[in-house]
């Protein structure tokens, strides 16, 4: 044979069988291997079953197919906005009161005015709000704006319960009882101090002050909406001390000086309540007081839509003194609160024990007073040096179909539009509040002084020699009392 017919024949041998997964050329390697090893006595007769045998040793239970690769996130979030698009809704009747404002019509206005989230985001947001609105007893929900994270984004909706859907507050008498009962079952209690911190103020209910309404958020439109927490004074009062950024995760630690009273779901929530009482605005007019709250002008918190109102011209919403635009929402005092109330008021079972002196202290307390509602934007303070907002028409090339958009200067990325009969606030920033300076935190407490008082005086430690000497005394002392009780 040609050594071109052996490597021919060769190659032959070694191809490899699809159904095997091995080639005649291995196979029969391994068969002559087998029996030089095993030496069986007939091994021509037992030829075929030494076969099987090699192929059952490389059968393999492992499939044979390709793993299929793990779908990444941006193909994940595709699929769950595709469920927005396929959500069907029964088509509303002309005398419905719509739950979500016309989101696209506002969010071109704002585009026009640079500022938005692009069309294809703001109808996914839009999409968003109705799938909320249809999984929630809502009255009414609106898009607040985008917050900017170091790892995810907030989207924030704004939302009002509809009346007798409020959730109820949750009883805290339980967990005191246990408390109670925890400090009855010590046998040998430990000194208790004396010092009474000052309470906690109340938080306000759901419907006034900073929780006059709820606010939603989600990471992504389309993922699952999550309720924000109310918001607190201590949390709001706190949130005026740090500067911090958010990640995009709610459960993350706030780790600040002061130290700050919950996670940053708590953070965020305050800082929507400080962002709204400062930036959400409407043309003066759109908005009047209830004629039947006349007598009370100076706690006035609510107010309704004026019918007769018949818009505002674009020139009175550009004028420069912003006479034209009003605060709509409350205006949040130093205690964090909208509503204030006297934080060294007592309980009743306090009130008997307090002194005349006391109680006049009490009166002593003047109250925390801001700007009223529907207050014009003109008496706003200034921005080191810069008006507290920004006015701008939103093309000059076609007046007549702009509008008009303000900015402020206190809050970067707080917007407002007007155009007519119509009005929208949206925030789109870091959630952080103008700073002409680089952010210094608060410097820490001074170290206390030790305890000096006369019940107390500092001595030297005792030599060994002078403990040996004591315990000599102390002995001798048990030895001669012992000596009298043997004698009686």
């Given at each position: ?10 190659a032959f041998l070694k191809q490899t069988s699809e159904g095997a997964g091995i080639s005649m050329y291995d196979h029969m390697a391994d068969l002559i291997e087998k029996v030089l090893q095993e030496k069986p006595p007939n091994a021509a007769d037992m030829l075929e079953s030494l076969s099987y045998q ?101 989207y924030i909706a704004e939302a009002q319960y509809r009346e007798g859907e409020e959730p109820q507050p949750e009883d805290d008498g339980d967990q005191e009882e246990e408390k109670e009962s925890e400090e009855d079952e010590d046998a040998d209690p430990l000194p208790k101090s004396t010092f009474k911190p000052?309470?906690?103020?109340p938080v306000e209910e759901y419907g006034s002050g900073v929780n006059k309404k709820i606010y939603f958020v989600c990471n992504e439109p389309g993922q699952d909406w999550i309720l924000l927490p109310d918001a607190t004074p201590k949390s709001i009062s706190v949130a005026r001390q740090i500067r911090k ?244």
């Amino acid at each position: 044979m040609a050594e071109a017919d052996f490597e021919a024949a060769k190659a032959f041998l070694k191809q490899t069988s699809e159904g095997a997964g091995i080639s005649m050329y291995d196979h029969m390697a391994d068969l002559i291997e087998k029996v030089l090893q095993e030496k069986p006595p007939n091994a021509a007769d037992m030829l075929e079953s030494l076969s099987y045998q090699l192929k059952a040793t490389r059968f393999s239970t492992e499939s044979q197919l390709k793993e299929q690769p793990e779908l990444s996130d941006s193909i994940l979030l595709a699929n769950t906005q595709a469920q927005l698009l396929r959500h069907e809704t029964e088509v509303p009747e002309e005398d419905d009161e719509q739950i979500v404002p016309n989101m696209p019509q506002l969010m071109q206005y704002f585009e026009s005015a640079d500022v938005g989230v692009g069309a294809d985001e703001s109808f996914r947001i839009f999409m968003a709000l109705k799938q909320l609105a249809e999984t929630q007893p809502l009255k009414s929900v609106t898009f607040w704006g985008k917050i900017f994270g170091l790892e995810k984004n907030y989207y924030i909706a704004e939302a009002q319960y509809r009346e007798g859907e409020e959730p109820q507050p949750e009883d805290d008498g339980d967990q005191e009882e246990e408390k109670e009962s925890e400090e009855d079952e010590d046998a040998d209690p430990l000194p208790k101090s004396t010092f009474k911190p000052i309470p906690p103020l109340p938080v306000e209910e759901y419907g006034s002050g900073v929780n006059k309404k709820i606010y939603f958020v989600c990471n992504e439109p389309g993922q699952d909406w999550i309720l924000l927490p109310d918001a607190t004074p201590k949390s709001i009062s706190v949130a005026r001390q740090i500067r911090k950024r958010f990640t995009g995760n709610l459960d993350t630690p706030v780790v600040s000086y002061p130290s700050f009273p919950g996670t940053e779901a708590d953070l965020l929530r305050a800082q929507i309540a400080r962002i709204t009482a400062a930036t959400h605005v409407s043309p003066s007019g759109f908005y009047t007081f209830d004629e039947e709250d006349e007598d009370e002008e100076d706690e006035r918190d609510t107010f309704i839509e004026d019918e007769e109102f018949e818009g505002k011209a674009l020139a009175e919403l550009l004028e420069p003194d912003l006479s034209g635009w009003v605060h709509h929402a409350q205006y949040i005092l130093p205690q964090g609160r909208c509503k204030w109330v006297n934080p060294v008021v007592k309980d009743e079972d306090q009130e008997d024990e307090d002194d005349e002196e006391e109680e006049e202290e009490e009166e002593e307390v003047e109250p925390e007073a801001g700007p009223p509602l529907l207050t014009p934007l003109q008496n706003d303070a200034d921005v080191d040096g810069m008006p507290a907002w920004s006015t701008r028409l939103s093309s000059t090339a076609h007046p007549s179909f702009s509008c008009v958009r303000i900015s402020s200067n206190r809050w970067p990325g707080a917007h407002a539009i007007g155009v007519s009969k119509i009005f929208a606030n949206v925030y789109i920033g870091f959630g952080l509040k103008y700073l002409s300076e680089p952010f210094s935190p608060a410097p820490l407490p001074t170290i206390d002084s030790e305890y000096a008082g006369e019940d107390i005086a500092e001595t030297t430690d005792p030599t060994r020699e002078e403990e040996e000497e004591f315990e000599a005394q102390q002995a001798a002392q048990e030895d001669d009392g012992d000596e009298e009780e043997d004698d009686e």
